[in-house]
């Protein structure tokens, strides 16, 4: 079987002694899961009593998808097809020799937050299809269980991924990283697209330039930048322009904080001169009475009145609450009537959400930003607003922090102190009346 180029480069990392962890493709066509099927059934012929692990975010989707795929590596490789037997019901491939594969479902299920599910299993390595449609956690639960016979053959321990390109932990964790030319020694990413491999139809890339721009950017020409997601609120074009909104006209000062919860998270503060952020400060670990002493500091440098600063009182925020006797801002009360009328949100920060994604879209909003690290963290935030359940009826919903927070890793700190300033457009106007 002929390999491509790029397939032969992650082959070498596939066998070395380093590398661990190793991403494949960021685009269509670009032979990832063969490349996968292709190693499986090597490992699994060499070293026998071994286990392995196939998955994806649906088991469903992985046995009429990636597993076609390994039963077509099969054939061209010319074995003799008594040397493996497929148990659909154990959806488990069983060699002669003793080694076998398991095909699991990696979907993160509500139910099964912590993947228990996947329990002690122990596996000498495992390939992953598509894992931009698997959150991280996944990922490093099954990267835990391989532990199984390595010792024995000598072997080190290996995670291979494929994926497409995708706004989420993947571009974090690999992506960026590998562009920046920041890569860990033991992580590899490397990028396969349909113009890497020879061996596919040419009607395949006909299909694919009759997608749409966003879409023929991803699949067809390895673009990361773009997202295809119809969820997202703030399109990129806007994310940068909050960076360069100059024209943004001064205002009232008001100040937001995001308050660290258990020491997990950082608290966020964020001074604003209308809609222009002035200041901001973060203190990765913090008391209480810290949070509250530099808020406190802050306003008084900016003269803002306690009136104009509000907390995210969800958890220890409470407590700088009621030290400052500020406002308090909860996630998940009901949405705020608009000129008298009830709304169609499902919660407080759904509807700040919603409108501070809308004014950032009409570049109204600005915040001058210099540190590189930081614009990044908050780009990769933005990114993440999206709509919640956009094909059903009923009140407008964003996608939860927890979720956000699998997607990227960490907790999107920026954006909720960004957000909460809508809290203020949304008070009705105080009319003094004389006689």
């Known amino acids: 079987m002929k390999l491509t180029k790029k397939q032969t480069v992650a082959t070498k990392y596939l066998a070395d002694k380093t590398t661990t962890e190793i991403l494949f493709g960021g685009g269509a066509g670009g032979a990832k899961s063969s490349l996968g099927s292709l190693w499986l059934i090597d490992r699994c012929t060499r070293f026998p009593g071994t286990r392995w692990l196939m998955g994806r975010s649906r088991l469903k989707t992985l046995k ?28 488990t491939i069983y060699y002669s020799n003793g080694s076998e594969i398991l095909l699991k479902d990696l979907f993160h299920y509500p139910s099964d937050p912590h993947y228990d599910e996947l329990g002690s299993l122990e596996i000498t390595g495992a390939f992953l299809d598509e894992v931009n449609q698997i959150d991280e956690k ?63 139809s040419e009607h395949y ?15 067809l020409f390895g673009e990361w930048e773009y997202d295809d997601d119809p969820r997202t609120l703030i399109d990129r074009d806007s994310i940068e322009d909050y960076f360069k909104n100059q024209h943004v006209e001064p205002g009232e000062d008001y100040i937001t904080a995001d308050i660290a919860r258990k020491g997990r998270d950082s608290t966020i503060i964020r001074v604003w001169d209308g809609f222009t952020v002035i200041d901001r400060k973060e203190m990765k670990i913090s008391l209480i009475t810290e949070s509250a002493a530099e808020i406190r500091k802050l306003a008084n440098m900016y003269k803002v009145p306690m009136s104009q600063v509000i907390v995210d009182e969800d958890g220890i925020g ?33 509807q700040c959400t919603f409108k501070m994604a809308g004014r950032i879209t009409r570049k109204e909003v600005y915040e001058e930003c210099t540190d590189v690290g930081l614009r990044e963290r908050i780009i990769q935030e933005m990114e993440q607003v999206k709509q919640r359940d956009i094909d059903k009826d009923g009140k407008l919903r964003v996608v939860p922090k927890e979720d956000v927070k699998a997607n990227i890793g960490r907790s999107p700190d920026e954006w909720d102190s960004i957000m909460m300033r809508e809290w203020f457009e949304l008070q009705p106007s105080s009319v003094m009346m004389w006689g």
């Open 318 to 350: 409470s407590g700088v609450v009621d030290i400052l006797e500020c406002k308090g801002f909860v996630n998940n009360s009901r949405a705020l009537d608009e000129q008298g009328q009830s709304v169609n949100y499902d919660s407080l920060k759904a």
């Open 205 to 219: 890339r006909e299909n694919l330039l009759t997608l749409d721009e966003i879409s023929k950017q991803r699949l």
């Open 64 to 91: 009429e998808t990636t597993l076609n795929t390994y039963f077509d590596i099969f054939k061209k490789l010319d074995l003799d097809p008594n040397i493996h037997d497929y148990n659909q019901q154990k959806s």
């Open 138 to 200: 996944g990922w490093n639960i099954v990267k835990s269980r391989i532990r199984y016979r390595l010792d024995e053959y000598g072997l080190t321990p290996k995670i291979l991924g494929s994926c497409n390109p995708t706004k989420n932990w993947v571009y974090s964790r690999f992506y960026k990283p590998w562009k920046d030319g920041t890569l860990p020694e033991y992580r590899k990413f490397v990028q396969a697209l349909l113009s890497d491999n020879p061996y596919i």
